[in-house]
């Protein structure tokens, strides 16, 4: 079965830092780029970063530029978003999520798995 696990949420204050870990198994890790998404109270769901783990081409929503870093370790299956100057606006359920290659990595409609999300919250 395909399982995208997520890690790492919690409650943090402003400015802190934070790093989510997602655990995928039950599929081809290499043929699948992994990303994050996040979706805050009464927004839709947004696309964060995602890496190709064929080549480890990452990529960035701009809103989480130079905040955000993702990482993966082939050799676990896992992939990691480093999260730093935390903000309440960051508020959010955060998604790991694959798609096959990496054209739209970052668009909701094209992900292939999703994970169930870790709650991160930002306090002011």
């Known amino acids: 079965d395909v399982q995208l696990v997520e890690s790492g949420g919690g409650l943090v204050q402003a400015g802190g830092s934070l790093r989510l870990s997602c655990a995928a198994s039950?599929?081809?890790?290499?043929?699948?780029?992994i990303g994050w998404f996040r979706q805050a109270p009464g927004k839709e769901r947004e696309g964060l970063s995602c890496?190709?783990?064929?080549?480890?081409?990452?990529y960035y929503a701009d809103s989480v530029k130079g905040q955000f870093t993702i990482s993966s370790n082939n050799a676990k299956n896992t992939v990691y978003l480093q999260m730093n100057s935390l903000k309440p606006e960051d508020t959010a359920v955060y998604y790991c999520?694959?798609?096959?290659?990496?054209?739209?990595?970052?668009?909701?409609?094209?992900?292939?798995?999703w994970g169930k999300g870790v709650l991160v919250t930002v306090s002011s």
């Open positions: 890496i190709s783990s064929e080549d480890g081409s990452t």
């Open positions: 039950g599929f081809t890790f290499d043929d699948y780029a």
């Open positions: 999520a694959a798609t096959y290659g990496t054209s739209w990595c970052l668009n909701k409609d094209a992900i292939n798995y």
